[in-house]
């Protein structure tokens, strides 16, 4: 049973940047595929970035490559998302989660945060 708790999320202004956490608790955190997913209300959440529980493979979605980092500390039990040069199109509600397995497709993963929104004004 892995529970996983956001934080970060806030108010910022386009071209900004933000930071996103994600606390873990289990003592097999380095064995997860760990992922941000992200959602608008009224629409479907959608991928944003994976990484591997070693931290050496990481995968984007296109839509935030070259702006995003997913990155891990296993010493910490703790995921980030840092989020540059951001956009209004990435206003959104913000959620982690956690794959044993794999880490694609979307339907691998059975544990969620509650999420932290994420509002970039133009």
């Known amino acids: 049973q892995v529970q996983l708790e956001e934080s970060g999320g806030g108010l910022v202004q386009a071209g900004g940047s933000l930071r996103l956490s994600c606390a873990a608790s289990?003592?097999?955190?380095?064995?997860?595929?760990m992922a941000w997913f992200r959602q608008v209300l009224g629409k479907e959440r959608d991928f944003v970035a994976v990484?591997?529980?070693?931290?050496?493979?990481?995968y984007y979605a296109d839509s935030v490559k070259d702006r995003f980092t997913i990155s891990r500390d296993n010493a910490k039990n703790t995921v980030y998302l840092q989020m540059d040069s951001l956009k209004p199109a990435d206003t959104a509600a913000y959620f982690c989660a956690a794959a044993q397995f794999r880490g694609w497709p979307p339907q691998s993963y059975d544990y969620w945060g509650q999420g932290t929104q994420v509002t970039v004004s133009s």
């Open positions: 289990g003592r097999t955190f380095s064995t997860y595929f």
């Open positions: 990484i591997s529980g070693g931290g050496g493979k990481t």
